[in-house]
Every structure is written in C-alpha cells, then in structure tokens.
C-alpha cells in the first residue's frame, strides 16, 4: 500500500515537472524577444545612427530581404537576359499629325458652304496652271525657237488673254468677300456693329477694282495682300462671335488655296525670257486711252465739217 503511493506521488511530481518544464519552454522566446528589444533600445546613439546598423539590429529578417533584393537582377538589366524596349521615335510625329488633322478639320463647316467655297477656288488654280505652262512655252520658244506644243505667238496671245481673266475674278471674290459681312450685320450675328462692319465690306472692293487698271504683277500682288488682310479681319471676327466659330479655319484653307495660285502665277510670269515684250504700264494704258479720245474728237470734227461743206 505505501508502495502504491509513493509510486501515485512520484508519478504526480513528474507530470507537474514536465508542466512547468512545458510553460517555461513557452515563455523562454517572448522574455528573449523583449529582451532584444530591450537591448536594442539601449545602444548608444553612435551605433544606431547608421541606418544599415540600426536594421540589421532591429530587423534582420528585413536586412535578408533587402540584401536579397538588391543582388536578384531587376527586368530591363541585361543580366535578367531581357532588354529594354526601345522607345517610340515615330510617338512624336504622330501625336503632331494628330493636332495638325484636329485644328484643320473642316467637319463643322455646312456641306453647301464647303462645295462653293472649293469650287469657287477652281478658277484660280487654273488659270495659274494655264499662266505656268503658256510662260514656260514662251521661254522654250525664246530659247530654243520652237515650243513643245505651242508656238510662240500663240502662248503668248492666250498669255494676255488669261491675265485679265485672274485679275478680274481676284476682283469679284474680294467684292464677295466683302459683302458677306454686310449680310452679316443685318443678320444681327453677334450683335449690331453698325458703321465698323459696313466699313469692313466697302474696303474689299474699293481696293479689288483699282487693280485692273495696274500691271498684272501689282494687282496680282496687291489682291495677295487684300486676301490676306481679309483672311485676318475674318479670323478676328470668327474668335469674337461676331461669324460662325468654323468661319475662320474655313477662310483659312481657301485664302491659302488663292494665295499659292498667285505666288505660282508670279513664279511663272518671272519665268517668261526678257526677249518677251514688255508689259504697258499704268501710265502706257492712260496715255493710250487718251490718244484714242483725243483721235476721236478729231475725227468728229472732221465729219461736222465735211457735213458742213456738203450743205453748202
């Protein structure tokens, strides 16, 4: 019996043993992570102030990490075997293209309006190409002697004969052009201007119609001019609502289409060969009209007096 006991008690003490052995086990790595800390908060200021130092001690599973990721080879390093993609040298080009088509864009203009506006400048490119090709046969005629399909009389027979066609219809567009802002002011666009805008549309054809009486390069230079002033004036309208805000990319890409006609036209007149007769100036042109009046008051005079001796 007092075996049995003793054996009851001993096996008593080692279980509570193999307990307490079990709890400390169990406490042994929080007192050891505060004392980490602990000892971690008390280093002296020299040995924390590097900041490899100071996670190595604080964090060493972070300092593995950050070592690890410093030495695996990132995407794009040529070690990784993969290289770096070459930038888009045409993105640049494209994105200008893209503005270039966006501010030209002619979408919002009325489909009536654009037709006119593009057949209204068809005149103006042909007569340039005619001017172009007639001053290149009288140069090869002036050359060479011959021309390749016209002869040199001919060219410059319908050389002439185109020139007031130009000049003339440079006239009646900037006529037009003129009284559209007349047409706008009784619409009441953007408002009543009064004396401003009716001013605007009388200045087109007062300086248009002077022109035919000039050399053909003044007056194809001085419509350049007018068209472009015009072109101006319209854009300043267009931005301040007193037209349609499309007016003016409309006038634009027409005045731009009239322009390179006469710059190509003045091209190819400073292409004709000094051999060709010269122009009648202003003065030639005045002097002209008047010897054929003073040539008719002559004659008159004449028929009254031979009329005057038959009666008698």
């Known amino acids: 019996m007092l075996y049995r006991m003793s054996a009851a008690r001993a096996a008593f003490r080692a279980a509570s043993s193999s307990n307490a052995s079990t709890a400390i086990r169990a406490a042994i790595p929080g007192s ?5 800390l602990t000892s971690s908060a008390r280093l002296p200021a020299r040995l924390t102030s590097t900041p490899t130092l100071a996670l190595a001690v604080r964090k060493p599973v972070t300092t593995a990490l950050v070592r690890h990721a410093s030495t695996v080879p990132q995407k794009g390093d040529p070690a990784h ?3 770096e993609e070459d930038p888009d040298m045409m993105a640049g080009v494209k994105s200008d ?3 270039i088509k966006e501010t030209f864009t002619l979408d919002e203009v009325p489909r009536e309006a654009l037709y006119f506006g593009l057949a209204g400048v068809v005149p103006y490119l042909l007569t340039s190409a005619n001017t172009c090709f007639l001053a290149w046969e009288i140069n090869n005629n002036a050359v060479t ?6 002869s040199g009389e001919t060219a410059s027979f319908l050389l002439h004969l185109t020139e007031p066609l130009q000049v ?22 953007g408002g009543k201007h009064g004396f401003r805008r ?20 003044h007056a194809l230079i001085t419509q350049f001019l007018a068209f472009t002033f015009l072109y ?3 854009a300043r309208a267009a931005s301040r609502g007193y037209a349609p805000h499309w007016y003016g990319m409309y006038r634009f890409v027409l005045t731009f289409v009239v322009g390179a006609s006469i710059v190509a036209t003045l091209i190819g007149r400073e292409r004709i060969s000094q051999n060709e007769s010269e122009e009648h100036t202003l003065t030639d042109k005045i002097q002209a009209l008047l010897y054929l009046r003073k040539k008719e008051i002559e004659e008159a005079k004449q028929r009254a007096e031979e009329k005057e001796a038959a009666l008698e």
């Open 145 to 150: 002697g011959s021309g390749y399909v016209l």
């Open 232 to 234: 101006y004036n319209d």
């Open 97 to 99: 293209v893209k503005v």
């Open 168 to 189: 003339g219809y440079g006239a009646v567009i900037l006529s037009f052009l003129g009284a559209i802002h007349w047409g706008l002011e009784w619409a009441g666009y």
């Open 32 to 36: 050891v992570f505060k004392a980490q």
């Open 81 to 83: 075997g993969i290289e």
């Open 198 to 217: 009716y001013a605007t549309g009388c200045i087109a054809p007062a300086v248009a119609w002077p022109t035919l009486l000039l050399p053909v390069e």
